[in-house]
């Protein structure tokens, strides 16, 4: 761990983001403003902060190097002079950095999940483009390339939901299924091993129905449109076909107006949950729009992050479900697995365009902490960052040659390479939900083990999010209530008497 003393500053709000940029460029990094809060220190960076009513001016000293910038506070409230000062020491501290480690960080001071959102928020208020551009390179420090990206994505979104910016008073469903195989030594998604396990899913579907038909009786009385269906996991197709039919049998009867939803999707991940009697369930619901995941096509990566499954078994149920009338199979790899490198990567991609699905989502592996790869790192040999940067440049270069455009986009916490995942797809081939999820312009609500809800406020935009438990016995114990709160929730949130309740109760 890289100990940094900061001298300058004193605000405990600036100890996140100098500790975000911090870990893109040394592996984990503890920030201090206090020498004495740290055993040792390695590095120390001097920031003077001159600030006035109307500007402010933020130098930085690393060794020799100096950076120096300087942002406008005219008109500027106290929440808003923070952001911007905030931004200026951000800008001052990754340019430092930058020169000290020869690293250029191709995404800026921008550390956020979700790029796009950045992009079009400011489109949605009418800012000109060309001048949104400029500020990305000038005040983000974000490169060319990643504004091209950016741009490109935005541009397809708006294409594939044009109606985005006015859907904030429909709703997207999000299912969680909290059930797999195995789990991957990678994931920290709600994810139990599901072999012998019949009584918790019996229990948790049982919970399930539950939030299903009340949320769908709610959304039938208010008059409110639902936009999109997925389906989540864990594994969905973990289930049984029975279960599977039960389940989207009650979502047919609870959920308004589903000839009118846009799109379904269910994930089936894990190709050795695929069964003939499980896709004739899907055709028989009409969802044709599912995830068959490889990850990789190299067994040995296979084996090494804990998913039983052979090469030849995905390529098989790839082979299955578009013959039985799955026209829209997405895929997943995942960039900078244990043991590989470019050469296992243009494998993949060799696979992949035998296939030919209608959209390829390539991932780049992050270590999140919960995870049990993140707990057993010395376990695990990944490449370094410029092979990573290769890898994806190759699924760039990949991607265009064979007619797939990206759609959408997000970062994570300890990403590799500080680099991003993207969603390729096909023309007319875009999941509308990954879009909805994304750039957070409506309302998802979350139901199942382990659903987070986002709560989109249509006037503000303002967000509120609520999980339900990740665990199915807290789940179980608890659903009646978790229903019971996200429609107090989403009666506070379309309704001017659930506000004036919500209010009365919170006084």
């Known amino acids: 761990m890289l100990k940094i003393l900061i001298h300058g500053l004193h605000d405990e709000r600036y100890k996140r983001p100098l500790t975000l940029i911090s870990d893109l460029f040394f592996e984990i990094t503890e920030v201090a403003f206090e020498e004495s809060s740290l055993d040792k220190v390695e590095l120390t960076v001097d920031f003077i902060v001159d600030e006035t009513d109307d500007s402010i001016i933020v130098k930085g000293k690393l060794g020799e190097q100096l950076s120096t910038h ?34 250029i960080q191709k995404w800026g001071i921008l550390t956020g999940v979700r790029p796009t959102k950045l992009l079009h928020s400011k489109l949605q208020k009418g800012e000109n ?11 983000y420090l974000i490169t060319e390339e990643k504004i091209a990206l950016m ?22 469903i999000y299912i969680g299924i909290p059930f ?13 091993a599901i072999n012998g ?15 299903i038909k009340e949320i769908g009786a709610w959304l039938k009385e208010k008059g409110i449109k639902i936009t999109t269906v997925y389906y989540g996991g864990g594994t ?18 609870a959920f308004p107006d589903m000839n009118l939803v846009r799109e379904v999707t269910v994930e089936a991940g894990r190709p050795d949950t695929i069964t003939p009697d499980k896709l004739e369930v899907l055709k028989k619901w009409n969802i044709d729009r599912i995830s068959i995941n490889p990850q990789s096509y190299t067994q040995e990566t296979l084996k090494a992050i804990g998913r039983h499954h052979t090469v030849e078994e995905t390529i098989d ?13 997405n895929m997943d790899l995942i ?36 995870s049990e790869m993140t707990q057993n790192k010395q376990r695990y040999k990944v490449a370094d960052r410029t092979e990573i940067g290769k890898m994806m440049d190759m699924a760039t270069e990949w991607s265009k040659e064979h007619n797939y455009v990206p759609y959408y986009l997000y970062r994570q916490k300890n990403i590799l390479g500080n680099l991003e995942n993207v969603g390729y797809a096909l023309p007319g081939q875009d999941s509308i939900y990954n879009i909805m999820i994304m750039e957070e312009k409506q309302t998802i609500i979350g139901l199942g083990c382990g659903a987070s809800s986002k709560f989109v406020d249509p006037a503000t935009g303002k967000i509120t999010r609520f999980a339900n438990p990740k665990d199915p016995k807290s789940y179980n114990d608890g659903f009646l209530h978790y229903t019971d709160e996200k429609i107090r929730i989403l009666e506070a949130l379309f309704f001017d008497e659930g506000k004036e309740a919500l209010a009365s109760e919170l006084d």
């Open 236 to 253: 969905p197709t973990s289930i049984t076909a029975e279960e599977m039919d039960e389940l989207y049998d009650q979502m047919y009867q």
């Open 151 to 172: 741009q490109e994505i935005v541009d397809r979104q708006l294409a594939v939901v044009p109606d985005l910016y006015k859907l904030g008073n429909e709703v997207s």
């Open 180 to 192: 797999c195989p195995t789990k991957c030594a990678y994931c920290t998604f709600p994810a139990y």
């Open 335 to 370: 960039i900078g697995l244990p043991g590989e490198g470019v050469k296992e990567f243009n494998h993949s991609l060799e696979e992949t365009e035998k296939l030919m699905p209608e959209s390829l989502t390539v991932h780049t592996l992050s270590f999140k902490r919960a």
């Open 70 to 103: 300087e942002k406008d506070l005219v008109g500027t409230n106290e929440k808003e002079r923070f952001r911007r000062m905030k931004q200026a020491v951000s800008y001052v501290y990754l340019t430092l950095l930058q020169e000290k480690t020869g690293i």
């Open 129 to 139: 483009k060309e001048k949104i551009h400029q500020q990305l390179r000038d005040e």
């Open 317 to 329: 149920k790839f082979h299955l479900a578009r013959e039985m009338g799955m026209n829209n199979i």
């Open 197 to 211: 396990k019949q009584g918790k899913v019996d229990s948790f579907l049982g919970g399930l129905h539950h939030e």
